[in-house]
């Protein structure tokens, strides 16, 4: 019965290959979005999707692309990776009109 | 960009004490909320906070916001080893879009 689920937990890849990461949520929300978490634990925002549609899409190289196939899922996919991508990506979801997100385990990305 | 600023970066203190962080920022904002992240784990929500309340309250927990200051501050009374964890103040402003601090570590000692 868990709210927001990520897969997978840990992802170790060379540079240049392509990787997705998805995150499903089974709270009923209608928003989702996808944060990176850096070494330094900062936490950035990097898109935001309501009722699959594309609300918040922050500075991002375009080597990331999110998917929402339904309002309970948002995928994350990533071309080319990069030694820089390397970082916890966590999956969110929110009700539109209400503040307050759930968070999914991460997700560990390693580029080696 | 990064609109919270957690102080101190890191806090270590003896079970039963008391720990006290602060945020600042600096825009405007609708509401502001705490968030615990136990290591290897993803952000749970602790607290709200909005623009027109000053303090609020829940079990352990006190948040005080003076906007005039545009700051925050979060109290854990009484701490116990489970409380070890970081902690991040998040800002929203109209967008409903959470806007992160770089947190703070705390570290209860039994």
């Known amino acids: 019965d868990t709210a927001v689920s990520q897969t997978p937990k840990y992802l170790v890849t060379q540079m240049g290959n392509d990787k997705s990461i998805k995150c499903e949520q089974n709270?009923?929300?209608?928003?989702m979005y996808w944060y990176k978490q850096d070494s330094k634990k900062f936490l950035k925002i990097m898109f935001s999707?309501?009722?699959?549609?594309?609300?918040i899409n922050e500075t991002v190289p375009n080597r990331f692309s999110p998917k929402s196939p339904d309002k309970a899922h948002l995928n994350l996919h990533i071309n080319s990776l990069e030694l820089g991508d390397s970082a916890v990506y966590f999956c969110?979801?929110?009700?539109?009109?209400?503040?307050?997100?759930?968070f999914g385990p991460g997700t560990r990305l390693l580029v080696l | 960009s990064q609109q919270g600023e957690e102080d101190p970066q890191a806090l270590s203190i003896q079970e039963g004490e008391n720990a006290t962080m602060n945020c600042s920022y600096k825009?405007?904002?609708?509401?502001l909320q705490w968030y615990r992240q136990n290591s290897g784990r993803g952000l749970v929500h602790l607290i709200l906070?909005?623009?027109?309340?000053r303090e609020k309250h829940s079990g352990r927990l006190r948040v005080t916001l003076d906007t005039s200051k545009k700051s925050s501050s979060l109290l854990i009374t009484a701490s116990r080893a489970a409380d070890t964890a970081s902690y991040f103040c998040?800002?929203?402003?109209?967008?409903?879009?959470?806007?992160f601090g770089a947190g703070t570590t705390v570290t209860v000692r039994a």
């Open positions: 825009t405007s904002i609708n509401n």
């Open positions: 969110a979801s929110s009700q539109q009109g209400t503040a307050v997100q759930y």
């Open positions: 998040a800002t929203v402003a109209n967008d409903y879009k959470l806007s």
């Open positions: 709270l009923g929300h209608d928003t």
């Open positions: 906070i909005r623009s027109n309340e």
């Open positions: 999707y309501n009722n699959k549609e594309l609300i």
